[in-house]
């Protein structure tokens, strides 16, 4: 038995020796163990992209986790797992499992992977899918297994665009449903990533020939609902020809749930436009017109405002009002900024009022969230695909060269560390515990303070 059922089991059949009081006291013992079992596991998982909150963030209200800043191939290396053959996904851990995707590189065949999160041993290698004729991609862009996979208790949600979506029992790496009939041209690879919301798994399709965001039941595989994009595109010359043919239109952004009153909002960027729509019924509520295509980095949230990344071309960072309706460019838009710095993949994040960009070239803007004037900015070096993850007070940037650079979070540029791994980062940093789980182009690490290394 658990301590929680011997408190329950005593409570229920002790009754006939423990006066009321004590019935009381021993039930409110008994949901403040539960209540606490279940954030602990909230804030050691990893459960989708951008960790626990969808914002970056490793817990909440600042609570101290202990992770390292400082690590090398021959320091705080916990294991090490070679991981093949081919992927970018970010790893999504729960208990002792981390879940990660993988493809080889033509694209003809598709996996999903489970590392034990103690050991580093590889649990399940599970081939899903296979495609004939994938679409041709740049490599240097985009791979055939970018988006993250999803996870809750039992359940891991992997999805490799239109070339197959699939739910496994987490703990045996059974398929419990597939799909494979939903549409998009991509042009350059899928990116986005899925997220879970109440009975849903939402994922995004921004492509050539289609362009919509879908819910589907998360225990059954079937479509609840899809809305299309309604954007007014200006990829057209005065023939009527499409401009910029693939990119005019594809974009790789993984949306943001908010709660506006009451109401579930999923906030998505594609492009030339972002839009919010009803969690439950993907009603569109509100969209923002911008300049930019092919929007990549996840947006972030606070204080009723929604801070939005365009995308390549003419990039501009929104800040938006999320309690309009209809076309609030006008209306909803607080400020844009349009300065350098401006990342086009990696995901911005929210810090105690500044926000905080991280440019594919290695320069790090720090901007004030409420007025989006510039704080600081300064280069740390490297190139940057991977999205920065905050825990602390520190904030973590892994590079495509394989460094991490550890920043102090604040008004003040302060650098406290540089971390070097022998291959570089296309996937964002997960957490579990105290430990953090890095994926490079080829190995999967778990890099803990003090950790002696098993393997």
């Keep these: 038995m658990t301590f929680a059922h011997d408190i329950l089991f005593i409570t229920v059949f002790g009754a006939k020796e423990t006066n009321m009081r004590g019935i009381r006291s021993v039930l409110l013992l008994f949901l403040a163990c539960v209540f606490a079992a279940v954030t602990a596991r909230a804030e050691d998982s990893w459960p989708e992209f951008r960790g626990p909150f969808g914002n970056g963030h490793v817990v909440a209200d600042g609570k101290k986790v202990g992770l390292p800043t400082a690590w090398s191939e021959s320091e705080n290396v916990a294991w090490k797992t070679e991981i093949p053959p081919y992927g970018w996904s970010t790893p999504v851990v729960l208990g002792n499992n981390i879940w990660l995707t993988t493809a080889t590189e033509d694209g003809h065949d598709f996996f999903a992977i489970c590392v034990a999160a103690d050991t580093g041993r590889i649990k399940f290698n599970e081939k899903l899918f296979h495609h004939d004729n994938p679409e041709p991609l740049n490599n240097a862009v985009n791979c055939y297994a970018s988006p993250s996979a999803a996870i809750e208790p039992g359940r891991v949600y992997v999805h490799f665009g239109s070339y197959g979506t699939a739910c496994l029992d987490s703990e045996t790496g059974k398929t419990i449903w597939k799909r494979e009939d939903l549409p998009c041209r991509h042009y350059r ?15 995004t399709f921004d492509g050539v020939d289609q362009q919509y965001l879908t819910a589907l039941d998360k225990k059954t595989g079937d479509t609840v609902w899809r809305t299309d994009r309604s954007t007014k595109y200006t990829d057209y010359d005065a023939q009527g020809n499409i401009l910029r043919e693939g990119d005019a239109r594809k974009s790789y952004s993984t949306p943001i749930v908010v709660d506006v009153k009451g109401t579930a909002q999923i906030i998505s960027p594609g492009t030339e436009s972002a839009f919010a729509y009803e969690a439950g019924t993907g009603k569109e509520i509100w969209s923002v017109r911008y300049s930019g295509y092919t929007a990549a980095p996840m947006p972030v949230y606070g204080n009723g405002i929604a801070y939005i990344l365009s995308g390549r071309g003419k990039n501009s960072l929104n800040a938006v009002k999320v309690d309009g309706t209809g076309d609030v460019t006008e209306s909803g838009r607080v400020w844009k900024y349009e300065g350098e710095g401006l990342p086009t993949e990696p995901s911005p994040i929210l810090i105690d009022g500044l926000l905080y960009l991280v440019s594919n070239n290695g320069q790090v803007t720090c901007l004030d969230a409420k007025s989006g004037e510039v704080v600081w900015t300064e280069r740390i070096g490297g190139n940057f695909v991977a999205s920065p993850i905050y825990a602390d007070g520190m ?22 560390a540089v971390n070097a791994l022998d291959e570089g980062f296309m996937a964002s940093p997960a957490v579990t515990g105290k430990a953090l789980i890095l994926r490079t182009k080829t190995h999967l690490y778990r890099i803990e303070a003090g950790a002696p290394k098993t393997n």
């Design 189 to 203: 690879g899928p990116g986005s990533s899925p997220i879970l919301y109440k009975d849903f798994l939402v994922l």
């Design 395 to 416: 904030i973590y940037c892994s590079s495509t060269q394989g460094k991490t650079t550890v920043l102090k979070a604040g008004r003040k540029f302060e650098q406290v």
